[in-house]
């Protein structure tokens, strides 16, 4: 069996997500890479004439090349661990809110919810391609370059054909990535109402122990980032512990500076 593009696309998708969910803890970063490798090398080698990738195929269709391209980034950044080369949480909110409103409304109205079928506007997208583009020009001028570095590799990806959907719909999205862009949409609103209604926030932080101490700030376990000497906002009252960095957490008011 010969590996066509969009099978070699699905190996990609299935082997970041393996990877990912494989290397969740920290301390295993280090070793994504190599999983990633192994997990698209199992994927592409034929077992009775045809690859595991196929079977995979076979059970859950094809993924859309948006949800493909950001499982990739998100396993590059895992290994790099760069601050200059990341995907910011920002970006990810922004692409996972606009999937979520058009899944909204894609999904809904291509079940027969109303009188049109946008999912046929997919095999003659000329339309589709400029409501495309126009995305992201206008999210090109509000700086989120993931949204159009996606947008900009998928149109690229469907003029070629790399999958095997002649929609260009199934390029931009998929039933799985919609699920997930609502959850992930949802839980983010969550806990924007949350802060805005002053409620706590719920945050899971591995405690670090200090000389034999676990140190705290408002009950907020600091991670362990540098070397820092914290006190709550009195200077009697420092404590030597290692900084938190994470922005925006309620309740974390302490000041923090670097240990001399």
Known sequence: MDMTPGLIISALHW?????????????????LMMVYGLSLLFLCIPIAGLAPVFYLRGVFGEFSLTSTLVLIGLAFCRVTRSESIHLPQSELKWLAGLMALVALWFYPMSLGAGIVDPYQWGYQ???????????????????????????????????????????LWDYLIDPFAAITALVYATSTLRAQWRAAAGQPQHHKHQPIADDGRVVQIKG???????????????????????????????????????AK
Not at 15 to 31: I, K
């Open 15 to 31: 082997a970041a997500l393996l990877s990912l969910l494989l290397c969740r803890r920290p301390a295993l970063s280090s070793r």
């Open 125 to 167: 997208p000329n339309l589709l391609a400029i409501a495309a583009i126009a995305v992201g020009v206008l999210a090109w001028a509000k700086g989120h370059n993931l949204i159009v570095a996606v947008l900009s590799l998928d149109l690229i990806a469907f003029q070629f054909g790399l999958l095997e959907s002649n929609n």
């Open 220 to 258: 907020h376990i600091l991670s362990r980032e540098q070397h820092v000497v914290a006190g709550e906002n009195n200077p009697a009252g420092e404590k030597h512990g290692y900084g938190y960095t994470e922005p925006g957490v309620l309740g974390a008011t302490a000041t923090a500076k670097k």
